[in-house]
């Protein structure tokens, strides 16, 4: 990525004049990660950093969801993504519609909404949760409304992983990500069997066959501090294929052996479409503020949460 520098170095200076933050996903590519994102990070970090930032605006490099929710927790901030098309295919599993419908269904239930939503989802949400900490937030709201079942949309896989980590039930939706739900245990037993030394850490956006193969289960921020804190001899990441890239270059003792998939939303954000959201001030992304009110609800209650 130091190939890039100049373009990098452009990137930073404009950041300067603008009084910019860049919040980066862990899925972003290396030359983005490490050569111009203030602040890195999963979900949980980058919606924790989006509300607490005082520059002026704010980049955000990853998909449109996480540019919403910057959006909801810090409305008078200019939010700019540099490509409008970078969604999700769980964000686009389902509509505030479906989650009326699930209500009535279910009444009385609290709604847990995974962050990969729509601000329009968030709003007719009770409280979201991320892959970080989605236990705990199911956990809260059976507590909070004296429940023993929730509804955990839309996230099938996520909803499923959860499940077994709870004695809560769970309600789920059918929402998947296209990216983990390529995953099979097989791909697992396969690398077990060629390298029976490697540790292998999976999303839980994975298949449950998938993570009861695995070693470990956690958000990106998880794998990334369970790599950097046990430095395994070698380590296989069951996520996006950047992640390991990100990871690798802070963990010089480790080997990371593949498969990964890469997520074509989050490839859609590149070092030049960065330049040009800085100079030409663009794409702005907004929410309907009444929506953006009730969303800001349910994302402040799963801030709010201890960590
Ligand atoms: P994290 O919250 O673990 O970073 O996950 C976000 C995501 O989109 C995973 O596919
Ligand atoms: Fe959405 Fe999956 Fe891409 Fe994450 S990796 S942004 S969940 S499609």
Redesign the pocket.
């Known amino acids: 990525w130091r190939l890039h520098a100049p373009l990098i170095h452009a990137i930073n200076q404009l950041k300067r004049e603008r009084n910019a933050v860049i919040l980066a996903h862990n899925?972003m590519t290396p030359d983005i990660f490490h050569g111009v994102g203030d602040y890195v990070g999963d979900s949980l970090g980058l919606a924790r950093e989006a509300a607490r930032t005082d520059a002026a605006v704010i980049v955000q490099a990853g998909?449109h969801f996480m540019a919403e929710t910057s959006k909801i927790l810090s409305p008078d901030k200019r939010v700019l993504i540099p490509d409008l098309k970078a969604g999700?295919?769980?964000a686009s599993s389902i509509t505030a519609a479906d989650v009326r419908l699930m209500r009535e269904r279910y009444p009385g239930l609290p709604v847990v909404t995974y962050v990969?939503t729509s601000a329009e989802v968030k709003a007719e949400t009770d409280i979201c949760c991320t892959s970080a900490n989605a236990v705990q937030v199911v956990e809260h709201a059976a507590r909070e409304w004296g429940v023993d079942r929730v509804l955990l949309i839309p996230d099938e896989f996520l909803a499923r992983n959860v499940a077994r980590q709870t004695s809560v039930g769970i309600i789920a939706w059918r929402g998947r990500?296209?990216?983990?739900e390529q995953f099979t245990a097989e791909d697992i037993r396969e690398i077990r069997e060629a390298h029976p030394g490697a540790e292998i850490l999976a999303h839980p956006?994975c298949p449950a066959e998938v993570i009861a193969e695995a070693d470990f289960a956690g958000s990106t921020a998880a794998m990334n501090d369970y790599v950097l804190t046990r430095k395994p001899r070698q380590v296989v990441l069951i996520t996006?294929c950047s992640m390991a890239d990100n990871v690798a270059a802070d963990a010089v003792e480790t080997e990371f052996l593949r498969p990964c998939n890469l997520?074509p939303?989050?490839k859609r954000i590149t070092l030049e479409n960065i330049h040009q959201a800085l100079l030409e001030d663009r794409y702005e992304v907004t929410v309907d503020p009444a929506v953006a009110l009730r969303a800001r609800d349910a994302v402040q209650r799963m801030i709010d949460l201890p960590p």
Not at 177 to 180: A, I, P
């Open positions: 899925y998909v999700c295919s769980l990969n990500c296209e990216v983990h956006e996006e997520c939303h989050m």
